[in-house]
């Protein structure tokens, strides 16, 4: 059973718009959260993460957003680039040390 | 340069044929894991390791054993593949997730490719 949720497989926004890229988690023990990119023929690489004892984290274009009641995370990419087009995960750390990922998001950021 | 190392790359092998795949890591990190990525299922995690002679089961390891008898390297054998395990699969290491700071994280090997007919 999935237990961290991306639902939207697909997205495309304009360059220089704000790209919102949603996630979802049922296990309310999950205390570490993060956001990785994936171009294809390439390993995923660290966007940003954010701890469950906040609700904000931002770095430079990214941001994440955690909403622990709805056990719902958001990134946001403001202006987003053409070079900003990949897949994206999101992931939770579990106890044991056990990672979860979603299913990824495919962003298309048109020029 | 710090990376993530997996070998082979692409490989393509029959059913029941004991394979190893490589994993080695020059950063010194105590955290090693195997993760596979297939269509409409993201990215699972098969085994990690926290340490030396340390190994826990993630999410799919039914199929696959995994050995670290030394800090740099964790690889994935499997020893009998089947068709279910042709998938992306992908090694990756960090700090102890518990300890690393928030500017780190995880460093994932480029991939392999694995079709088992």
């Known amino acids: 059973d999935q237990q961290v949720k991306q639902n939207s497989p697909s997205l495309s926004v304009q360059e220089g718009r704000i790209s919102i890229l949603n996630c979802d988690y049922t296990?309310?023990?999950?205390?570490?959260f993060l956001w990785y990119k994936k171009y294809p023929a390439e390993g995923p690489t660290f966007l940003i993460s954010?701890?469950?004892?906040?609700d904000k984290n931002e770095d430079g274009r990214f941001t994440v957003f955690l909403n622990k009641s709805a056990k719902h995370l958001s990134l946001h990419i403001v202006p987003s680039q053409p070079g900003d087009s990949a897949v994206y995960f999101c992931a939770a750390l579990g106890t044991g040390n056990q990672f979860y990922f979603g299913t990824g998001t495919s962003l298309t950021v048109i020029p | 340069e710090a990376q993530v190392t997996q070998n082979p790359r692409y490989l393509i092998t029959v059913t029941g044929k004991k394979l190893t795949v490589t994993c080695s890591q020059n950063?010194?990190?105590?955290?090693m894991s195997w993760y596979r990525q297939d269509p409409g299922l993201g990215l699972r995690q098969i085994y990690y390791s926290m340490n030396v002679e340390v190994t826990d089961k993630g999410d799919v390891p039914e199929g696959y054993k995994v050995s670290r008898k030394e800090k740099r390297n964790f690889p994935l054998i499997l020893e009998s593949p089947s068709p279910n395990q042709t998938s992306l699969y992908f090694c990756a290491s960090s700090l102890n997730p518990r300890l690393m700071p928030s500017t780190d994280t995880q460093y994932f090997g480029p991939g392999t490719r694995l079709t088992v007919l």
């Open positions: 950063m010194n990190h105590e955290y």
């Open positions: 954010i701890s469950s004892i906040k």
């Open positions: 296990n309310s023990m999950f205390d570490y």
